[in-house]
């Protein structure tokens, strides 16, 4: 959706990448997170395929990753939600404004 925008095609990428700093650091560390968590649980499981193993810091992974992922789905929504702003697809006096400071 970042690529259609008014804003991107103008070049003021980097106006871009500063409005949704949050939600690119989030996604990193919820892929992260993510990824770690599911090959150690399969790793744990293919050693002992037949009981329940459930390690502390398998736990407190979890509990992390489980953490990270609420704070990644509220600002995915809020992204998703600021997305559909007119002013990102149409050229306006603020965005003629951030393009003359990003030409200084």
């Known amino acids: 959706m970042m690529f259609n925008t008014y804003v991107f095609q103008v070049g ?3 106006l871009l990448l500063q409005r949704f700093r949050a939600l690119l650091l989030f996604s990193t560390l919820y892929l992260t997170l993510s990824i770690c968590l599911h090959s150690w649980v399969l790793n ?6 037949y009981r329940f193993v459930w390690t502390d810091g398998l736990q407190a992974l979890f509990v992390f990753q489980r953490i990270v992922a609420v704070l ?4 995915y929504k809020r992204t998703a939600e600021y997305m559909g702003d007119p002013r990102l697809y149409v050229d306006s006096i603020w ?4 393009f003359a400071r990003a030409r200084q």
């Open 12 to 14: 003021l990428v980097s």
């Open 44 to 49: 744990l499981r293919w050693r002992a395929s």
């Open 72 to 75: 990644y789905y509220y600002l």
């Open 95 to 98: 965005l003629r404004e951030a």
